[in-house]
């Protein structure tokens, strides 16, 4: 069954510094997301985006957010300068359709 | 304001008892609701979509409009069910669903 793949599976980062997330979706899903959970809190959504360009974000998406599919198989999230408070486990999603996400396993991000 | 709420943090049951995951959800129009699982160590699944009306893996939910609630029911519960049950709707022309916090379910033998 195809996956979304995500990597690090883990990363350590001091605060301040950029940090990139890496997903590859599913390679025919048209709909890819990124969605975080702070330990103990709610799955929160990022953003949301497709044919090339960001179609939602959430508050949370602020400026040191961003998201790139630079070669048409991977999608990143990059944090310009990561604060304490970004510590959380990055889920990425992909979709066909605007339904029914597939998750990749999730990146935890610890900012030291 | 849209929301979603799952009551319960934490649901702890013996296994062959039933169970029934709460969620109620406060969102204007019809919103399509879905129920997610995150099984330890395993990423988030879908589990269930409310339009399909099926069941999965011995579970199933019903939308009732009138009470604003879609909980997640399994009549004989499972070792193998405990998990993170979220459920997250979908409304107001948004294609985004809605976290609730989610409900850790713990079926003892």
């Known amino acids: 069954e195809p996956e979304v793949t995500q990597t690090p599976s883990h990363q350590v980062t001091q605060m301040g510094q950029e940090v990139i997330l890496r997903c590859v979706p599913i390679s025919n899903h048209l709909y890819f997301y990124w969605y975080r959970q702070i330990l103990g809190q709610k799955v929160e959504f990022l953003v949301s985006?497709?044919?090339?360009?960001?179609?939602?974000k959430s508050e949370i998406f602020d400026d040191q957010f961003s998201v790139e599919r630079p070669d048409g198989s991977n999608f990143t999230l990059k944090i310009r300068s990561t604060k304490l408070e970004d510590s959380a486990m990055y889920f990425c999603a992909s979709s066909v359709t605007a339904y029914g996400y597939t998750f990749g396993s999730g990146t935890r991000l610890t900012v030291v | 304001a849209q929301r979603v709420t799952q009551p319960e943090k934490l649901l702890s049951v013996f296994k062959g008892a039933p169970v029934e995951l709460k969620c109620n959800y406060s969102y204007s129009g019809s919103p399509e609701l879905f129920w997610y699982v995150q099984y330890s160590r395993q990423r988030l699944q879908l589990l269930l979509r409310?339009?399909s009306r099926e069941s999965i893996k011995g579970f199933t939910a019903d939308l009732n409009k009138g009470e604003t609630s879609f909980h997640l029911k399994k009549p004989f519960a499972q070792e193998e069910d405990s998990a993170m049950y979220y459920c997250a709707p979908i409304s107001g022309g948004s294609y985004i669903p809605t976290f609730g916090r989610g409900t850790s379910l713990i079926v003892h033998p």
């Open positions: 985006f497709y044919n090339n360009e960001i179609s939602e």
């Open positions: 409310h339009i």
